[in-house]
């Protein structure tokens, strides 16, 4: 099966589209599962755990936490996790809570925790194809989580409907949070999909700029 583990909603500054409208799209594009992964930010992940059942998708409870030295995935938890702490001390907290902690586009600048930090901290996997990161950077994460022997993971990132599905994490059946966390934990999960294209790349950047100079980066 597959489940896109990183999609942002309205929950999030920078994103466009509502939980339940990301998940209809899920449907629409043959998907079996996702994580909304917001910013420092949990209500839309749960919301959509509230339409799992009603739309026939698995739902993995997430958030992406902003770090000290950049962001992470947070997997099946239920409540923040605050952001701002290091990296080994946001990994203690989410185990803390039951969920494991993804290193997320460690080499995308500015958002990633960068490489060195991966080799050395305790995640549970590693996202090797996050689509809207450089073949080059997702290359390298994939190199680091084959290094360590770690797991992977994979997710669009997508802020728009359009995004979505653009990369994927594939799984053996699962019919629930706790079994799709276990696959994953495991090593029994597999990155699928692609990185972004020139073009996205290009885009991404002006994005990038205008978000720096105003300095939202800090907010996020």
């Keep these: 099966m597959k489940l896109d583990l990183h999609v942002h909603s309205t929950c999030s500054r920078d994103a466009t589209a509502s939980p339940r409208d990301i998940m209809m799209h899920c449907r629409k594009l043959g998907l079996d599962g996702l994580a909304i992964t917001d910013h420092n930010a949990i209500a839309g992940s749960l919301e959509a755990r509230g339409l799992a059942k009603e739309l026939g998708l698995v739902v993995v409870r997430g958030v992406e936490v902003s770090a000290e030295e950049g ?3 947070a997997f099946g938890v239920s409540e923040l996790v ?7 001390e946001t990994i203690e907290k ?11 586009h460690p080499k995308r600048f500015p958002s990633g925790t960068g490489l060195d930090v991966v080799r050395k901290e305790s995640y549970d996997a590693i996202e090797v194809v996050n689509g809207g990161s450089s073949r ?7 190199r680091v989580a084959d290094e360590r022997r770690l797991p992977v993971t994979a997710g669009s990132d997508a ?7 653009k990369a994927y994490t594939v799984v053996e059946q699962c ?3 706790d079994e799709v966390l276990e696959a994953i934990r495991k090593g029994r999960s597999q ?11 290009v885009r991404y950047s002006v994005e990038t700029l205008i978000e720096w100079l105003r300095g939202d980066f800090r907010r996020l």
């Design 94 to 104: 989410i185990h803390s809570l039951g969920g494991i902690a993804v290193a997320a």
């Design 82 to 88: 605050q952001k701002g702490m290091t990296v080994a």
């Design 175 to 177: 019919a629930a949070e």
């Design 191 to 201: 990155a699928g999909g692609r990185s972004r294209t020139r073009s996205e790349g």
């Design 136 to 142: 080059r950077s997702n290359a390298l994460a994939r």
């Design 159 to 165: 802020h728009e409907l359009s995004q979505l599905g």
């Design 71 to 73: 962001h992470l995935l």
